[in-house]
């Protein structure tokens, strides 16, 4: 399985029918960032195939907990790098809420 974008696999290359089948597919073969040229579309995919039950909201939930670390890790959430977009009033949330899961 090519790790593509499933917009990319459906409108392009057209290794699957639907937004659906390219969206189950990518999170099975462990895609994290499910990027698409229209984001709405890729929500609607992913929602849909939560609710039929062919993505497991733990793989949902691995996808994003390896998404924050990396962010984590690059410093995205260090209060003292005001270049980054969560540094500031929102770092103690974000940090806070993270530690949660």
Same mark, same amino acid.
């Given at each position: 399985?090519?790790?593509?974008?499933?917009?990319?696999?459906?409108?392009?290359?057209?290794?699957?029918?639907?937004?659906?089948?390219?969206?189950?597919? !990518?999170?099975?073969?462990?895609?994290?960032?499910?990027?698409?040229?229209?984001?709405?579309?890729?929500?609607? !995919?992913?929602?849909?195939?939560?609710?039929?039950?062919?993505?497991?909201?733990?793989?949902?939930?691995?996808?994003?907990?390896?998404?924050?670390?990396?962010?984590?890790?690059?410093?995205?959430?260090? !209060?003292?790098?005001?270049?980054?977009?969560?540094?500031?009033?929102?770092?103690?949330?974000?940090?806070?809420?993270?530690?949660?899961?």
């Amino acid at each position: 399985m090519l790790r593509l974008p499933p917009s990319l696999q459906v409108d392009q290359l057209h290794f699957y029918g639907t937004m659906e089948e390219a969206v189950v597919a !990518s999170v099975g073969a462990g895609v994290d960032g499910l990027f698409t040229s229209d984001p709405a579309r890729g929500i609607a !995919s992913l929602t849909a195939a939560l609710e039929d039950g062919n993505v497991d909201e733990r793989m949902l939930d691995k996808m994003i907990s390896r998404l924050m670390l990396n962010r984590f890790r690059l410093g995205e959430f260090d !209060s003292e790098n005001p270049a980054f977009p969560f540094a500031g009033p929102y770092n103690e949330y974000v940090v806070m809420c993270w530690h949660a899961v």
